[in-house]
């Protein structure tokens, strides 16, 4: 079946500008996170949407970043006034019901470059 | 402190040698889970296991094999007969179910050199 898809693979902004990355998780599934990974580092977390319960917006790292998941379904990350900090892969993953404890499932990510 | 900890920052082997990937994590929780997640060069995170803190069996797929001691929390990963197509980064990571967090380590990239 059809795993999490993300677009774009690739974006290029310029500093200051603002971008929307897009995810789709993959069917049925509840939960949807996003984090973003730069250069040789981990994954740092960012938000979570767990079903009908509010976001955890804990980890978005300023007011710049929002997101949104319309209908349970697709996210859409935003990214106000980028700077090039911001610079970094940007992934989303989902799992079947909204429990850290489940499986999450990794999309191809969205590379971003701010520059 | 780290929540998971993967101290071997790069990895190198020759192909077919045998690697191991250590994983050290740090909780105060009684059930948790742990994983270890694939990201070759593509860049899509693969899942690969997951373990709950109420089961220290080890476990064998293929090459793979994975070793949880509670008693030094870690849960390590080996690969044996390495192949080029193991090269990627390999990541660890920790849920706890008290705290409803997921944790991730910083990851270790393998290389394997034909």
């Known amino acids: 079946g059809a795993g999490v898809s993300q677009s774009p693979s690739n974006k290029v902004t310029e500093k200051g500008k603002d971008v929307e990355l897009r995810c789709d998780p993959i069917s049925g599934h509840t939960a949807l996170y996003w984090y973003r990974q730069s250069l040789g580092q981990g994954l740092e977390f960012l938000i979570y949407?767990?079903?009908?319960?509010?976001?955890?917006k804990s980890g978005l790292p300023s007011d710049r970043f929002s997101a949104e998941r319309t209908g349970g379904s697709v996210s859409t990350l935003t990214i106000q006034r980028t700077q090039q900090e911001d610079s970094a892969v940007y992934l989303c993953?989902?799992?079947?019901?909204?429990?850290?404890?489940?499986?999450?499932?990794f999309g191809p990510g969205t590379r971003l470059l701010v520059l | 402190a780290q929540k998971v900890t993967q101290a071997q920052t790069e990895i190198s082997v020759v192909e077919k040698e045998d690697v191991t990937l250590d994983c050290v994590y740090e909780t105060r929780d009684t059930t948790y889970y742990l994983f270890w997640y694939k990201q070759p060069p593509s860049g899509e995170l693969v899942f690969l296991i997951r373990?709950?803190?109420?089961?220290?069996q080890n476990e064998i797929s293929g090459r793979y094999s994975w070793n949880f001691q509670k008693s030094t929390s870690s849960f390590n990963f080996t690969i044996t007969a390495s192949q080029v197509v193991d090269s990627a980064v390999y990541f660890c990571?920790?849920?706890?179910?008290?705290?409803?967090?997921?944790?991730f380590g910083t990851g270790t990239s393998l290389t394997v050199i034909p």
């Open positions: 373990r709950n803190s109420f089961d220290e």
């Open positions: 993953a989902s799992s079947l019901v909204a429990d850290r404890r489940e499986t999450q499932y």
């Open positions: 990571a920790l849920s706890e179910v008290g705290g409803n967090q997921f944790y």
């Open positions: 949407f767990q079903g009908n319960s509010a976001p955890d």
